[in-house]
């Protein structure tokens, strides 16, 4: 069986996305669940098995699963034929899997060191900073609509999400900026902002 601790409108919102894309809502079963926001409001929920107590969390027979970039993996990985990765063998799977983990050891720590305006010279030195990653971004979308070329994958799912949730981060450069627009055009992530906000008002009302 599986499982997913999601809060609206949070990371685990882009879970939500890619099941979604991958058309695989049937197959898993969503728990609302409370964080602590960057505000300070909401709690730790005791039912999340998070061992942060954070968010996403997908858990799969008793396994826990944390982490956006380990949670797609695992899950473009169990249902290939939703087509939201290359399967291993092609060409493309060595990108994917360096866009996944790049993501979450250098894309995020740096957008969050930038929105945190933190100078720390050493972690600068082995992160480098929002040039460099956007950089890396241009080169690829030079290439195809997708970071992978003509086809969409969860890494486009992944890698989009900062510059649309905040987007303040948003680079001024046309094709990071269309891309992220074609990533929002995507008729999931209405479907997603829908869930996400009906669930939100629920609980309020
Ligand atoms: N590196 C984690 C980050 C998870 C994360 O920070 N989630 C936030 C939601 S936006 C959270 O649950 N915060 C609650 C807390 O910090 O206690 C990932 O990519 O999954």
């Known amino acids: 069986m599986l499982t997913l601790f999601h809060a609206p409108q949070s990371r685990s919102s882009a879970i939500m996305l890619l ?4 058309g695989i809502a049937d197959k898993i079963t969503v728990e609302i669940t409370d964080i602590v926001r960057q505000d300070g409001s ?3 929920d005791p039912a999340n098995p998070h061992p942060e107590g954070k968010v996403p ?5 008793g396994t826990v699963i944390t982490e956006r970039g380990a949670i797609m993996l695992y899950l473009t990985a169990l249902f290939p034929e ?3 990765a290359p399967r291993p063998g092609d060409a493309k799977r060595g990108a994917y899997l360096t866009w996944l983990f790049w ?3 250098v894309m995020e720590p740096v957008l969050i060191l930038d929105w945190a305006k933190a100078e720390v010279p050493g972690v600068r030195a082995s992160l480098r900073g929002t040039a460099e990653i956007n950089d890396r971004l241009h080169s690829a979308l030079a290439k195809g609509p997708w970071l992978l070329g003509e086809e969409f994958s969860a890494a486009d799912v992944l890698c989009h999400t900062p510059f649309a949730f905040y987007p303040p981060s948003m680079p001024d450069d046309p094709l990071i900026r269309d891309w992220v627009a074609r990533c929002q055009a995507r008729a999931s992530v209405g479907r997603v902002k829908e869930q996400d906000a009906a669930t939100l008002a629920a609980r309020a009302a």
Do not use: F, N, T
């Open 57 to 61: 969390c997908l858990v799969h027979d």
């Open 82 to 84: 939703a087509g939201l």
């Open 19 to 22: 099941i979604e894309e991958m």
């Open 103 to 105: 993501y979450g050891s």
């Open 42 to 44: 909401g709690h730790r």
